[in-house]
């Protein structure tokens, strides 16, 4: 044998293959978006954002940033309208989503400029000089509220803030209620988080006039159906929108499909500006604005009969989109539409959907896509059930769970489900989670007094999305009237270049899954080579990549999916290679085969010339060629799974082509003390047919399951009552580390999938759909209690643990287990006393003097009377080194001559805005001495309340006792004035908060 | 100017990775006089002629030191966008611990944040490292 | 998230830092290692003119045992102090909470006297500092003043240091060798400010009788507080923790926000009070039978 050929011998198709990605990553050598400057002369955007949940744009002045040195451009929502249009969705509803804030913004952090300058840095500095008026509207922002009739409207064209309705009827759920033995109900509600990737979004945009072109690199992962809309936002031609990703993405998750608006947008400014331009998201850009999870309220309920015998299902489901709804929403309340019967045999199922509209960030993709939301219903009521029948929970399951001979499984509301064995996983996941001695540990732990509890939830994965399944939020009319949508392309594109060497190119925009080594893996099996021979190129190219609509990365459709097409495109250059070799070997192309680097004839090892050789034939020589084959060796496969069709008039649709199946299992102790939850056991099993790389598996269900841990535990994008954003760093969005995440117990099923040659389902998502609600299931089981919502974080499990009010209102995160007795929930309140050294009637002139007021607020520098009891003034306010000049606004109201009055409030600066207002009552005390009372409630909103949420209760504390501290001091009789004895009498005196 | 700005678009070294530009995530780590610290939160101007390794510089070129092979053979990445903080992370970890126990991986990385791998590779990886070194040495 | 333009100085001695800081005043910011501040500039919450980096001020970086204390400078890294022996033998209190504060990464750079001077009600050196009866020592062009840790704290980020002052050692008394220690905390994740915190020292003159007690809790009012236990002092151990954990909770003022109730902070000052006036005795115990 030559020198230079490895000896091949085992099919690497399933073979626990290094990676091919691996060491460019581990060197530093991969290129993400951020490290690319793929053209000279780049400028830096950075976005001026709403600091407000819903305002109307009164007037926005550019010119003080414009003048900044170094500033090319600064463009708002006006400027760009004449070269955009909204994005468009298949909600009918008038509600036009653009890019940037037009006339009203809806949520903080949405777009309302765009500077363009030489660094990022001068870019910032210039969004600080622009002048912004808002006209603040009321805002809504929560579910509940959000639907109410008085409730505020947040698009005036649609009248209401529910954007939808459609309702779903499958079998008889009817009947099936109506005859059932038990019926179970519960309601929950799910708050909003996102499986954030650390690297962010990032765009670089270019116009050119000729050719009269966008070109953007962007790390947007797909779905390429987007791409049409984009260009049609843009106003042109899809080509005349070249869109290109860069070689590596650091991770997605889903979210960063989202990118698709600053795609738009900065495409748009490149061309107003005249120049191309960079922009980064930074990390607080990203929790404040990207996109989420939506968040849901829900009530599901279960028929059943005495024998457990799951007979009907009933959802309500109302799920938030935010302020817009970015396509491909609603698809999140879709996703798993067709596969409601979960992994259960129920035929009987209703649905009814709401989507609603509130002051909050557009939601889109996030891991496990409207998955973890659905099962959170499903697989709550099933331990519900189970606890209220008596079954044991594993039990009812088994005893639900499609049969294993039943596969291909029809699902009532259209699902596919191509292959399983739910029964073997389950047996597996309790055998390898020692479900019998866990139940005896929990019976000891019990009756030693400690709460440990065990939950399960299983469901099944769907991948590979049928494109039209989100058109199920238009009815079958509708769908009639539109032009018809089915399928799922994927493709893909296997060359040999002269020297003999192979590329393939995909369109699945990996984001870190590995695409390119199981890519490789496959052709090399193909091709009888070595993995490390095959070259894979995953950056994308709209010009230059066989790309369609369902190209992209998501919905686990790289192994359901994608790898078919990449087997069946190696699979015609193997056959042109046989060929090639059949000529130059005079044998059959039957009788070739491709091995160890080598075309050989079958059983004949000196039979053969290098594969190498036999390809570079097809360059060199074409006028040699058999007549049977063409010239070159560039193939291309493009695929689309055969049952994807278009959903029918009965509202079915098969969503997706594969079908796997996960279950886990948690079991936990919880510190009643303290609300720490210690997980105790965690085991997952998964059904993901025939494993393309185990190792990649592997990797993607401990990944998968510490987004759903997350999601459990820390995890929320947080807004108070006012709309204001409250988790803008990684320090107030939690996310697990290596300390929080446990060691889980693995287990495999395989059930080889018939959609495609290789056996693979989808995977990837798995865990982080059941993950919550196992955990919430096993945290219900340990206390006993059904009523509760996540994150399970500290104090809210403690709260849980120790009987306190619990609504599952999810939103705002901690006011709903604030002790009873606080009125305002969601407002920093506090009130305080203090005795001053002057009679009332001089209390209450000074109150009402302004210089007096000037000298006692602190850090005031100026204080002008506008009118009678209103003032403006400057403040500065330091405290510690984090100071800031505010334009106050000050008022006295319902004045009760010598005993009460009433302080309102405003500020706003470049940290935020707040506003408050307080109570004051005097009351005379011996010794001509005044006691003087304060209440007050104030909000903050803007960086600050993103930002500093731990602290502004402290802060604001301080600050309103020392404005009455120095009123104080200001008529002490003393000259000399003992600052520590009346901090000490302050702090005796002034409580902040409630007793 | 942020430190971590300068390595990457002034001097291209763009294995520092920016995740959060607040000192939280990690993935912008490296090592100044060998001690793992954010490049984020420091400017440029205060490392001024400081000994600066990058994920670049800590294997020679074109070879793969014991923890990057480690994290290779146990998947310990996926996107790989926090993998050359934590590579950073480890080296001073290491020297500064060559015993650790998998408590104490934990702890050190839990300065780092990876949103793909559930981090039981890493840790696996990272002991595995561990313990090769202990026996190369 | 860019940091406003400022102007940035180095100075290489501790006079020379001074002179900045008198002439630059509340206009300036000093910059340790930058762990909180770093963020703060970045986020532009924090917009100073002047920072002034102490950060290669050798004179800052020392630890020296002078008679009762031991003077650690105000640059000294947290991960210095965490593997420094004088601070393990003489100051066990701080070691201990030292692994609770941030991560490997940021002790590398952070300072102890950067965390005392950034006041955050929750941080663990404070509260160990203040357990400790500890002092801060500040320096400015005019004069150096003395101020003890108890006093020093005055709010969530408030403190008695003025802007022309810059803390130039924190002052810690050293333990008695028969002493107990222990740190206890409770936080969301790992390497998280405390959601509440607790310090105890103890020692016994015979194995019945309390004869020093220290109980000092973070993060539940909005500084450190040392609690008064000074009617436990003389009585036996046996069931102190229960009673002394009961006294806390009930002499603590919590702050009631968003990121945590008062009634569970207050539910946590008792666990974690408990938790660490346990621990704390039975290392006295243990010293006790190890030093006769
Ligand atoms: S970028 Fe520096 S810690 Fe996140
Ligand atoms: S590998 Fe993607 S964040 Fe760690």
């Known amino acids: 044998m030559p020198d230079g050929i490895e000896t091949i011998s085992k099919r690497w198709i399933g073979a626990a293959v290094g990676r091919k990605e691996d060491e460019a990553l581990l060197t530093g050598q991969a290129r993400f978006i951020d490290d690319l400057y793929p053209i000279p002369g780049l400028c830096f955007a950075a976005i001026l954002r709403s600091p407000h949940a819903h305002v109307r744009i009164r007037r926005i002045d550019v010119e003080r940033a414009h003048q900044l040195p170094g500033v090319r451009q600064v463009i708002t929502g006006k400027d760009v309208l004449e070269l955009i249009g909204p994005l468009p969705s298949v909600v009918k509803a008038p509600l036009p989503y653009y890019p940037i804030a037009i006339d009203k913004a809806r949520y903080v952090g949405e777009p309302i400029a765009v500077v363009v300058a030489d660094t990022r840095y001068n870019a910032e500095d210039a969004c600080e000089l622009i002048d912004t008026e808002y006209e603040v509207l009321p805002p809504v922002t929560d579910l509940r509220s959000a639907t109410e009739r008085d409730a505020p409207v947040i698009h005036e064209a649609v009248g209401s803030n529910v954007i939808s309705r459609r309702s779903f009827s499958y079998g008889n759920p009817e009947g099936a209620f109506a005859a059932a033995d038990r019926v179970f109900e519960f309601s929950y509600s799910l708050p909003r988080y996102a499986s954030t990737p650390i690297e962010t979004f990032g765009v670089i945009a270019q116009f050119e006039r000729a050719p009269d072109r966008y070109t953007v690199w962007s790390n947007f992962q797909g779905p390429f159906v987007v791409q049409p809309l984009m260009a049609n936002a843009l106003r042109v031609p899809g080509h005349r929108l070249r869109l290109i990703t860069p070689p590596s993405s650091g991770g997605s998750f889903g979210i960063k499909q989202a990118v698709l608006s600053y795609i738009v947008l900065l495409a748009a400014v490149s061309r107003k500006a005249g120049v191309p331009i960079k922009w980064i998201e930074d990390r607080a850009e990203h929790l404040t604005a990207a996109s989420a999870s939506s968040d849901r309220l829900g009530t599901v309920a279960a028929a059943f009969t005495k024998d457990g015998e799951l007979t009907g299902l009933r959802f309500r489901n109302t799920a938030n989109m935010g302020a817009y709804v970015r396509p491909p929403e609603p698809a999140s309340l879709y996703r798993m539409h067709a596969a409601s019967n979960g992994c259960y045999r129920v035929k009987n199922i209703s649905i009814d959907n709401e989507l609603v509209v509130t002051n909050s960030t557009p939601v889109g993709l996030n891991r496990g896509y409207g998955g973890p939301q659905f099962y959170f219903a499903l697989e709550r009521i099933m331990e519900i059930a189970a606890r209220g029948l008596d079954i044991d929970p594993a039990e009812l399951r088994r005893r639900n769970f499609v049969p294993t001979g039943a596969f291909p499984y029809k699902a009532p509301a259209g699902a596919v489900f191509d292959a399983g064995d739910y029964e073997a996983a389950l047996s597996e996941l309790l055998r390898i989670a020692g479900y019998e001695e866990l139940k005896e540990r929990r019976a000891a732990a019990r009756r030693a007094g400690r709460a440990f509890g065990i939950g399960l939830a299983a469901g099944v994965e769907p991948s590979g999305s049928n494109m039209a399944y989100v058109s199920l939020e238009q009815t079958p009319q509708e769908r009639r009237r539109a032009d018809r949508k089915s399928g799922a392309n994927a493709s893909a594109v296997v060359a040999v270049d002269p020297s003999g060497q192979v590329t393939v190119r995909l369109c699945s925009c990996p984001n870190g899954q590995g695409h390119a080594t199981v890519a490789a893996q496959i052709v090399a099996d ?14 994308m190219d709209t010009l230059t990549s066989p790309w369609s609509i369902a190209s992209g990365n998501y919905s686990n459709r790289f192994a359901a999916i994608v790898v078919e097409a990449v087997a069946k495109c190696a699979e015609q250059v193997a056959q042109k290679i046989r060929l090639l070799a059949a000529a130059a070997l005079d044998a059959t192309a039957d009788e070739i085969e491709l091995h160890e680097g080598y075309a050989r004839v079958r059983g004949q090892s000196n039979r053969g010339l290098p594969f190498r050789k036999a390809a570079s034939r097809a360059h060199w020589d074409p006028a040699g060629l058999p007549d049977a084959i063409g010239p070159g060796l560039h193939e291309c496969a493009i695929i689309s799974p055969p049952v994807l069709d278009p959903p029918d008039d009965e509202d079915r ?5 594969t079908f796997g199946f996960v279950i886990d299992l948690a079991a936990v102790e919880i510190d009643r003390n303290t609300g720490a939850i210690r997980i105790d056991k965690y085991a997952s099993v998964h059904d ?40 803008g760093t990684f320090a107030d969005y939690l996310c697990p580390t290596a300390v929080e995440v446990p060691q889980i117990e693995i287990g495999h099923v395989e059930t080889p999938s018939p959609a495609n040659a290789l056996g693979a389902k989808g995977m990837g998502d798995g865990s982080s759909m059941l993950t919550p609600a196992a955990i919430t299931n096993a945290v219900a089981d340990a206390l006993g209690r059904d009523d509760i919502s996540l994150p399970l974080n500290l104090q809210r499990v403690w709260a849980f643990a120790n009987g306190h009010d619990a609504t599952t209102k999810s939103r705002p995160a901690i006011s709903s287990i604030r002790p009873a007795g606080r ?13 001053l050294f002057a009679p009332v009637q001089e209390v209450w002139r000074r109150l009402l003097d302004p210089s007096e007021l000037a000298a006692s607020i602190p850090g005031c520098s100026s204080l002008t009377q506008d009118e009678i009891d209103r003032y403006s003034a400057r403040v500065t306010i330091g405290i510690g080194a984090i100071r800031g000049t505010y334009h106050a606004q000050i008022e006295l109201r319902d004045k009760n001559e010598g005993s009460s009055l009433r302080l309102l409030g405003k500020a706003i600066g470049p940290l935020g805005f707040g506003s408050g207002s307080g109570l004051v009552t005097l009351q005379p005390e011996t010794g001509d001495r005044t006691r003087l009372e304060y209440s007050y409630e104030a909000e903050v909103g803007g960086k600050l309340a993103a930002v500093g949420q731990r602290m502004l209760g402290s802060v604001m504390r301080y600050l309103i006792g020392q404005f009455f501290r120095s009123l104080e001091r200001r008529m002490r009789p003393a000259a000399r004035l003992d600052w520590r004895s009346w901090w000490l009498r302050f702090r005796r005196h002034g409580s902040g908060g409630e007793a | 100017m942020l430190l971590c700005d300068f390595l990457r678009h002034e001097l291209h070294a763009f294995a520092v990775h920016v995740g959060c530009e607040h000192g939280v995530c990690g993935a912008c780590t490296i090592l100044i006089e060998g001690r793992a610290v954010r490049s984020c939160t420091q400017y440029a101007a205060q490392a001024d002629g400081a000994d600066i390794v990058t994920a670049e510089g800590l294997a020679p070129p074109g070879t793969l030191n014991e923890v990057q092979r480690a994290f290779m053979k146990h998947h310990a990445l996926q996107c790989g966008f926090c993998t050359p903080g934590i590579l950073c992370s480890v080296a001073h970890f290491l020297r500064q611990t060559p015993e650790p126990d998998e408590r104490r991986v934990r702890e050190m990385l839990s300065g780092h944040i990876c949103r793909c791998t559930g981090y039981t590779s890493i840790v696996t990886a990272i002991l595995e490292a561990a313990a090769m070194m202990r026996k190369g040495s | 998230m860019k940091p406003v333009a400022f102007d940035y100085y180095r100075p290489q001695t501790l006079s020379e830092a001074l002179e900045l800081l008198a002439d630059k005043g509340d206009e300036a910011v000093i910059l340790a290692g930058g762990m909180t501040l770093g963020p703060m500039l970045n986020l532009r919450i924090v917009r100073p003119r002047a920072v002034i980096d102490i950060s290669r001020i050798e004179a800052l970086q020392t630890i020296s045992v002078t008679g009762s204390v031991v003077v650690t400078g105000a640059g000294l890294t947290q991960s210095e102090a965490l593997s420094s022996e004088i601070i393990a033998r003489e100051v066990p209190l701080l070691a201990m909470a030292l692994p609770w504060v941030g991560h490997f990464q940021t002790r590398n750079r952070g300072t102890l006297g950067g965390s005392v001077a950034h006041a955050d009600p929750s941080a663990e050196i404070p ?14 062009r005019w004069g150096q003043r003395r101020i003890g840790a108890r006093q020093f704290f005055v709010g969530a980020l408030v403190t008695q240091r003025r802007p022309d002052e810059m803390i130039m050692a924190l002052e810690w008394p050293r333990s008695a060798p028969d002493a107990g220690h222990a740190f206890s905390e409770i936080a969301q994740r790992h390497g998280d400010f405390a959601i509440a915190a607790a310090a105890c020292t103890v020692r016994l003159a015979k194995p019945d009788r309390v004869e020093q007690l220290v109980v000092g809790i973070g993060g539940v009012e909005d500084r450190p507080v040392a609690i008064d236990v000074s009617s436990f002092l003389g009585q036996a151990p046996g069931e102190m923790a229960a009673k002394l954990s009961e006294y806390a909770a009930a002499s603590v003022s919590p702050m009631d926000d968003r990121s945590a109730s008062a009634a569970y902070r207050t539910a946590l000052t008792k666990v974690l009070v408990e938790r660490a006036v346990n621990s704390a005795l039975s290392i006295a115990r243990l010293q006790r039978g190890r030093l006769q």
Not at chain 1, 526 to 539: A, F, K, M, R, Y
Not at chain 1, 823 to 835: D, P, R, W, Y
């Open chain 1, 653 to 657: 649709i098969a969503s997706a082509v």
């Open chain 3, 127 to 140: 509260l160990a500092l203040v357990a400790c009866g500890g002092t801060v020592v500040l320096q400015s």
């Open chain 1, 688 to 727: 993901v047919g025939t494993q393309l790389n185990p190792k990649i598996v592997e990797g993607q269900v401990h990944g998968g399951f510490a987004h759903g841990l997350g999601a459990a535990l820390f995890e929320e994008l947080a807004y108070d009552d006012q709309g204001n954003f409250l988790t």
């Open chain 1, 526 to 539: 193909t091709l009888g080579l070595h993995p490390d021979d095959i070259h894979v190129v995953t950056e």
């Open chain 1, 823 to 835: 009125a305002v929930g969601e407002m920093l309140t506090g009130s305080g006393k203090i005795t």
